[in-house]
């Protein structure tokens, strides 16, 4: 039954396309060096990366698959296509793994005249045509398809015969069918006159879900689809990719002729693609975008790229045109709506949309304004026009000069400037570069800028920017017969037969830049707002010395013939970033140095906005509440002679230093009483807040226990209290401190008491009447002494000579007089420390050396001192003080021995430090012989080492 349906099915085709087979000896197609005589044994034996070139034209009955190897078929300037008797058959078929590269490289390229005619209804099976199945109606003539270089042809993409099936379209694919895990690229050659049958999609090419397709070069041309994409169809989840080449000539007989993507399917363009003369029956109709479906524009586009285009509704047809676009070129000359009823447009961000057309009330150089101009009016990439916006920042209707020149009009059409705006709002002119609008010797152009109202009030006209203008008119230079005309920056120089800036009924205010005018009647018609000084003459050449016009901001007429008014000085403020401490007293600003305002600005006045930091400013002074980061801001005003000046700089307000509290040690004999250990006197204390902890010793702080209170204490011992200031906002941190404290036991002797100087002692000692204070002994000693041998006590007093002094004793309480004592230290004891101990070991006092202070008299004294002295003397012999004793330095000794170098021995060795002689111990060295020489290293008692003489 199906065979029967096929048959009729031939009977209907209507068009062929012939081309001659090549005998069947005769090879068609080559690989390196080898030759085959079928493209499709060629392909069948090509390996991965190689290139199968045609040698003839190739005709075949099934059609080519590539899958699972990637291969390159150059055409080489000849033709690939199917036979009449395979209708039914697409030419290439890229299935899952299959990479195929289309290109054409033959050096030379011909001319193909393809013959494509009606079918007559006789039997034409033993001519082996090949077929293109192009719709028609009863017999027509042989038409000639004319084709430059190699080409796919005769393709019908046939998904009910060749079982295949798409996302509701049907996989068609006349000429090439990128199915899922397919690639296929197009370097060159013409994929033409293929077709689908039935509903079938994508006359030329059709990409599958998963297929990716990417065409840098080539043609795909005069095909034709019953069902979606004449020339390329995208499937749900396939990939387009278009850098260069051209789709045309493709038609549809149910929908789009040119590029139909659809659902979720991908279209990248970039480089130089050409989609145009794509129809649907009559309607053009090139590439077709269901709503918010977009073209990606992958990378740049060339001059000559266009890409027509078809929306169900109108808006942004791209994504990613923003910084593609040519230089001076706008999106209406790459896009191109299929209709009329639409324009190709700029959107704000840059990108192309398809609008209704909008005529804006502007010509430029005889040019009208649409919205598919606006974005580059003369394609020149140098004038440019935004239309007014309204709501909560308005903003007026904008025409943007960057270098132009503009000298064209339309006088037939009733415009009569270069520049002519005949809207409601507002109309600024933004100058950049150099311009000129108009010319004066065309009779046709009577202003070079018109703002065309005849009724008052037009809009105001407004010129400013950084540029400079040269306007010129046969009779008005600038011209705004009933409205305002405003000069906000720039260099404007004005020129006409009649009148150089013309207002009427209006004014024409300059408030900054500089505006010469000129004109045989009057320089400017209109009331004059000037808010700079001005200089004007009574003849056009504007010779002599002029005559100074005053500042008027009310406005009044002027009669010159020229007139300059000279811009103002600009200000221009110096600043430097600067960095201060944080003061309670605030910091005056600006801080010294922080601005260099010119000579002759206005008046300054500063702001402060904290970034960071926080606080408050009053008569130029700030009051910093939180240190860190300001941007003080300086300005000043505007006087006849100068613009008003900004400039800000940063101000970084560091946290001050405190100073902590006085904090002193409250040391004392134990009484069974609770008190602080020391003593805080907080009138000096400058910021934060003070914290104390007990710690463990004097040299490492506490990393716990901090707290604003006093630390208290009732038992003797030694305490160590460290102190701190805690900062805040405005206070840095200080570093720990500590100050050792000692509670002394309550007894006859005195007890000892060590302030932060360790050698500095102190002595309570009481007097055993408590009518009378105790009397307070202080005294510097040193710490420890070098070990002498063992001669200790005998050798002290000749080597230490000043080791105790300083000492004082106040006996106040004693018939309210001082004495002045002599002192001695009568002995030196050591009890189980005979070896010197290196410094930071720990041993029990009464293991160390110590001595014992005394006093006496002196002649002046009462005999109830004297009874006290020895009173005194009594109670320090309980209260020796302790030392420590260091080893002996070698290196600072002469040291003698015999030496016994043969058995390497050393008896009797002697050193002579600090004149002293002694003997040292076989426990106190060791001996070495090196190099002939012997040396001594001290062990114990000594240390380093010596060379014996």
Partial sequence: MRRIIWVVMMALLTLCLSIPVMADDEPVAQIGDTEYASIEEAVSAAKDGDTVKLIADAVMRLGLTVENKSITLDLNDHGLAVKYSSVGVRVIKVQSGGNLTVTDNAETKTVHSIEIGGYN???????????????????????????????????????????????????????????????FTMNGGTICACTTYSDRSGGGVFVADGGSFTMNDGSIRDNTVYGNGGGVFVDNGGSFTMNGGSITGNTAKSFVGGVFVNGNGTFRVSGNPTITGNHQGETENNVYLEPDKKITVSGALEDDARIGVTMATPGVITDGLSGNLPEGKIAGDIFISDTTDYVVAMTSAGEAGLEEPTAYPLWVGGTRVTNANAYNILKDGKVSYTCATTGDDPTPATLTLNGATITG?????????????????????????????????????????????????????????????????????????????????????????????????????????????????????????????????????????????????????????????????????????????????????????????????????????????????????????????????????????????????????????????????????????????????????????????????????????????????????????????????????TEAKCIEVVIAGKSDGPGPEFDDNIRTIRFNISTR???????????????????????????????????????????????????????AVPKIKFKNNKNATPSGNTIPDKKKPYFILGFKADKTATKEQKKLIRLINKELKTQPVYFDIEPADLTKAAVTAKVNPAKQKITKVTATINGITMKLSKKDFTAEFADGKVFIVGKRNFRNRQEVK
Avoid at 165 to 179: E, M, N, P, R
Avoid at 562 to 589: A, L, N, W
């Fill in 121 to 183: 209804g006789e039997s034409d099976n033993d001519k082996e045509l090949v077929r293109a199945w192009i719709p028609a109606s009863g017999k027509a003539g042989l038409t000639i398809l004319n084709v430059t270089g190699g080409y796919i042809a005769g393709g019908i993409g046939s998904g009910l015969i060749l079982g295949d099936i798409g996302s509701g379209y049907g996989k068609g694919g006349g000429g090439v069918l990128v199915d899922n895990g397919g690639r």
């Fill in 409 to 733: 009009y339309d006088y037939d059409n009733g415009v009569y400037a270069s520049v002519q705006y005949s809207g409601d709002d507002p109309f600024v002119i933004e100058l950049n570069g150099e311009n000129v609008i108009g010319k004066d010797d065309d009779e046709h152009l009577y202003s070079g800028i018109l703002v065309d109202k005849d009724t008052a009030p037009a809009p105001l006209l407004t010129i400013r920017g950084s540029g400079t203008l040269e306007a010129k008119g046969y009779e008005n230079g600038i011209k705004n017969e009933h409205g305002d005309i405003l000069f906000t920056g720039g260099i404007t120089n004005s020129a006409g037969g009649s009148y150089g800036i013309k207002a009427g009924d209006g004014s024409v205010t300059v408030r900054r830049g500089d505006v010469t005018a000129g004109g045989s009647s009057k320089a400017i018609e209109g009331t004059v707002k000037n808010y700079a000084i001005g200089i004007g003459w009574d003849n056009v050449e504007g010779t002599g010395d002029g005559t100074v016009i005053e500042i008027d901001k009310t406005g009044r007429p002027l009669s010159y013939l020229k007139i300059h008014f000279i811009p103002k000085t600009e200000v221009t403020i110096g600043y430097e970033d600067r960095s201060v401490t944080y003061s309670p007293d605030g910091i005056t600003i600006p801080v010294n140095g922080m601005f260099t305002i010119p000579e002759g600005a206005g008046d300054a006045t500063y702001s402060v906005t904290g970034i960071t930091g926080e606080g408050s400013v009053s008569n130029n002074k700030l009051t910093v509440t939180k240190c860190g980061t300001f941007t003080v801001t300086v300005k000043t005003a505007e006087t006849k002679t100068h613009e008003p000046g900004e400039a800000s700089a940063t101000l970084t307000v560091n946290k001050a230093d405190p100073v902590p509290a006085t904090v002193t040690a409250n040391n004392r004999i134990f009484d069974g009483t609770q008190k602080p250990l020391v003593i805080v006197d907080g009138s000096a204390l400058s910021g934060g807040t003070m914290q104390y902890a007990l710690g463990e010793n004097a040299s490492m702080a506490p990393t716990t226990g901090w707290s604003t209170e006093i630390p208290e204490k009732t038992e003797e011992g030694t305490y160590y209290v460290w102190y701190k200031v805690v900062g805040n906002e405005v206070y840095n941190d």
């Fill in 769 to 823: 009447d408590e009518n009378q204070k105790p009397i307070i002994v202080e005294l510097t000693t040193v710490k420890r002494v070098i070990y002498n041998s063992k001669k200790h006590v005998s050798i002290y007093n000749k080597l230490n000579k000043s080791s105790v002094q300083d000492v004082s004793v106040s006996m106040d309480s004693v018939s309210g007089n001082n004495v002045i004592l002599s002192y």
